[in-house]
């Protein structure tokens, strides 16, 4: 299941144990579209193992500031509280599992 994250729900999910792969996005935007249904597989896949969220960056200003997101999509890797990588675009879901894949 993909967890929805908000400016006021994600200081408490940047603390999770689990590293985090947070999907930075917007409703406007094609390829965020397309990435969606991967990042639900992912979700899937990686339930217990890790945990998935997406953020809307219109109704999320201050996540994407505080990352420093400039472009859409944004995936970013979230371990211990800090992002340790990142992917911009759209891009396979082979790239996305490795880098998760890295922080298990």
Do not use: H
């Amino acid at each position: 299941m993909v967890v929805e994250v908000n400016d006021s729900n994600f200081a408490e999910i940047k603390q999770s144990n689990l590293p985090i792969l947070l999907d930075i996005g917007a409703t406007w935007c094609g390829p965020c579209k397309a990435l969606a249904p991967v990042v639900e597989e992912i979700a899937k896949e990686y339930d217990g193992k890790a945990l998935v969220c997406k953020v809307d960056v219109d109704e999320a200003p201050e996540i994407a500031a505080e990352f420093r997101v400039r472009n859409v999509p944004t995936v970013l890797f979230i371990k211990n509280g800090a992002a340790v990588d990142k992917s911009v675009g759209l891009v396979a879901k082979a790239t996305l599992t490795e880098k998760l894949d890295a922080l298990l």
